[in-house]
């Protein structure tokens, strides 16, 4: 039997721990060289794909580069060497190496680079920052009573019904159902020419709008009818699975200073730039991987005392207004943990190659 996996397999697989439809709009997550049938020999991840990172691929034998951040942001028109994007490019398509991106789709679920960083600093009570809004439908259809828990069965497996910490979540309402089938149907109920009323259940589910086909296929099979009623709705509803930043709280709270400094050791920051420690002690924390000063007056209305990200600019400092402690920690240091959630779920799920993580230190800003 063979244990071959390939390029497919694992970009598939990628999608459903951080399905592409959560990236943001600027973003360029997923497949951006390689062939989906190639078979993968070994996996090398990273934050950032440098030419650095492809020539290691090459030496390590692995032929698919996992980056946290994707190499190509924005379109270009020549592949001539003449920019590092470019060259890196060029080295992969010339070495058969297949180059993967997972970014903001991985900051934006619940289990993804946030909660990691949460986790390294003592966190508990997590909840995301900024639930998003558009990423939810809800699912309406109609059944005989008899095969309601089938049904409902069914869409529970495929991921309908989740909402928050509360699984199989659904709403029925009883009602009847009227119908006439013509000569060429085949009725589960009834006969050709015949009007017909059923005793039926009207089931109600949420799912994620990713988990869609997969819902609709388990509702199809499970459901007794030859023709399915059913109609999906987009729902404003924000979703608490899916979003960016994250806050929770300390086990119990902490001089701002000395946790400012356990932030330093354990994010491994050359330095830490923060406003003035407007509270002596701290225990509410919002957080953000990467590029944070968007969910600046977020984490305040949220009630955070001190909010974690990097990339502040200097006049966005002053947003902190002595309500809240910003702290930036830079922004290779805030996702560096990336490469430790990546290993984590590929060694877990797949053993026909190896994982390696990437001793190449990518972080283009020194400290002195």
Known sequence: MSTKTTLAEVTQFLQQLAPLSYQESYDNSGLITGEPDWEVTGVLITLDCTEEVVREAKETGCNLIIA??????????????????????????????????????????KEGVNRMIAEKLGLTNLKILAPKKDTLLKLVTFCPQTHTQQVLGALHQAGAGQIGEYKN?????????????????????GSAQEAEKVKEDRIEVILPKPLE????????????????????????????????????????????LKFLQTVKQVMKAG?????????????????CGGAGSFLI??????????????????????????????????????????????GNVLKQNFVSFASIFSKTITNPISYL
């Open 213 to 256: 086909r997969n819902v609709l296929k388990a509702l199809r099979s499970a459901h007794p009818y030859e023709e399915v009623a059913y109609y999906l709705s987009e729902l404003m509803n924000e979703n608490q699975e899916v979003g960016s930043g994250m806050i929770g709280d300390l086990p119990e709270e902490s001089d701002s």
């Open 169 to 189: 979540c659904s709403f029925t309402l009883e009602g009847t159902g009227a119908f006439s089938p013509t000569d060429k149907a085949k009725p589960f109920i």
């Open 68 to 109: 946290h951040h994707p190499i190509l942001f924005k379109p270009i028109q020549k592949l001539t060497g003449s920019h590092y994007v470019e060259r890196t490019l060029i080295q992969a398509i010339r070495n058969n190496i297949a180059i993967y991106a997972i970014h903001t789709n991985l900051d934006n679920v």
């Open 271 to 287: 330095c830490i730039r923060h406003t003035a420690l407007c509270y002596p002690k701290v225990r509410k924390i919002a957080l």
């Open 297 to 342: 007056q977020t984490a305040k209305k949220a009630g955070a005392q001190m909010f974690i990200s990097s990339d502040f600019k200097y006049h966005e400092f002053f947003e902190a207004e002595n309500q809240i402690i910003l702290a930036d920690i830079g922004h290779y240091e805030s996702e560096q943990f990336t490469k430790d959630l990546i």
